[in-house]
Structure formats: structure tokens, C-alpha cells
Antibody, heavy 112, light 112 residues
Framework: EVQLVETGGGLIQPGGSLRLSCAAS????????MSWVRQAPGKGLEWVSV???????YYADSVKGRFTISRDNSKNTLYLQMNSLRAEDTAVYYC??????WGQGTLVTVSS | DIVMTQTPLSLSVTPGQPASISCKSS???????????LYWYLQKPGQSPQLLIY???NRFSGVPDRFSGSGSGTDFTLKISRVEAEDVGVYYC?????????FGQGTKLEIK
């Protein structure tokens, strides 16, 4: 059974950094493309980043240069390193396997 | 970026009656591989998005057959043949033919 569990969210001051984790089970992270999608409070869904099985990575313009997607094959875990955080990055962050399986999300709040 | 436009943004449906949501993309979602990369999601209150339909018309695992998808090119439709109380939530279309992947604004379905 596919399971995705995100952790690492919390309250962080503007300019700070956080690393989100997405622990996967039931499949191999490195053999699939995985994405991060976020949802600001009361808003719609916004694609953030993707990592393909071959290792290529892509980012939304809104996070390019600040966020880094990566994976640890030995831990079967996906990450999102978020630097220089802004108030507009406040959202629930979901990891997703291809397009069909999503985690429960982790809330990131950027505020002073 | 490809713009996804959903209509209506909200609808109120009597249980047992049909419902239909339209999604139009600013560019064709037909890939040279012959597939059309259009997806439909339902986000129930307080939950993560769940995939209903992939590649225009394919129901995802466990999705009831009252949900169906159709369309081609730039015009797509999600239909619910007989709405049930558990179908309440926000429906999103999404394209993945081009990065960044983009979502429609969402259509909120409520039960009369």
C-alpha cells in the first residue's frame, strides 16, 4: 500500500529556512517522479516542484532559487529545502507520487 | 504557463441529480505520444486532494463509476451521473503536459 507522510512544517520567521520531509512506503521514490504541491489557506492548489526518476528537477518561478527538491534513496524519502521564506509561502505542503497519491500535508506558516 | 479555467466556480446539486464541471485550457493538452494530460481531483473538506480521473477519461483506482471524464484538445468535462452527499468538496482540473503543472481555480460542489 502506498503511503506518504509529510513532516517538518511549522512556524518560521520571514527569511528563515525549513526542510520538509515526505517519507514514502509501498513504492520506491527513486523509480518515480515526485512532486510538491502547496495550498495557501483558503486558496487553490499550486504546483511547486518535481523531481523525475532520472534526477532532473524543476521549480515554479515563485520558488526558483529559494527551494530545492531532493531525495534520499536509502531512506526512501523526498525532501523540500525551503530558504529565504516569505509570508506568501504560508501554505499546506503536499508531496505526491506521480499524480495519483498524495500525503496528508504539512502546514508551513511564515510570520514574525 | 498554461491557464486552466473552470466553470462554474460553484454549484449546488440535489442528491441523485447529475452535475457537470467544465475545464478549458489555454493550450492543447494533447501530447505527441497520443495522450492528453488532463486530470481531475476532488478535495473533500479537511482532506488532501484525491485523484478521480487521469488522462481525460480514465477513472483512478476505487473511483465510483458515477464519475466520468470527457473532452479533447482544450475543452474537458467532468460529469457526476448521480450526486451523493459524499461528493461535496472542491473539484480541480490540472494539466501536466507542460511545466509548470497548473490547476484550475476549483469548483465547489455543495448538496441542496
Amino acid at each position: 500500500e502506498v503511503q506518504l507522510v509529510e513532516t517538518g512544517g511549522g512556524l518560521i520567521q520571514p527569511g528563515g529556512s525549513l526542510r520538509l520531509s515526505c517519507a514514502a512506503s509501498g513504492f520506491t521514490v527513486s523509480s518515480n517522479y515526485m512532486s510538491w504541491v502547496r495550498q495557501a489557506p483558503g486558496k487553490g492548489l499550486e504546483w511547486v516542484s518535481v523531481i523525475y526518476s532520472g534526477g532532473s528537477t524543476y521549480y515554479a518561478d515563485s520558488v526558483k532559487g529559494r527551494f530545492t527538491i531532493s531525495r534520499d534513496n536509502s531512506k526512501n524519502t523526498l525532501y523540500l529545502q525551503m530558504n529565504s521564506l516569505r509570508a506568501e509561502d504560508t501554505a499546506v505542503y503536499y508531496c505526491a507520487l506521480r499524480h495519483g497519491y498524495w500525503g496528508q500535508g504539512t502546514l508551513v506558516t511564515v510570520s514574525s | 504557463d498554461i491557464v486552466m479555467t473552470q466553470t462554474p466556480l460553484s454549484l449546488s446539486v440535489t442528491p441523485g441529480q447529475p452535475a457537470s464541471i467544465s475545464c478549458k485550457s489555454s493550450q492543447s493538452l494533447l501530447h505527441s505520444d497520443g495522450k492528453t494530460y488532463l486530470y481531475w481531483y476532488l478535495q473533500k473538506p479537511g482532506q488532501s486532494p484525491q485523484l478521480l480521473i487521469y488522462e481525460v477519461s480514465n477513472r483512478f483506482s476505487g473511483v465510483p463509476d458515477r464519475f466520468s471524464g470527457s473532452g479533447s484538445g482544450t475543452d474537458f468535462t467532468l460529469k457526476i451521473s448521480r450526486v451523493e452527499a459524499e461528493d461535496v468538496g472542491v473539484y480541480y482540473c490540472m494539466q501536466s503536459i507542460q511545466l509548470p503543472h497548473t490547476f484550475g481555480q476549483g469548483t465547489k460542489l455543495e448538496i441542496k
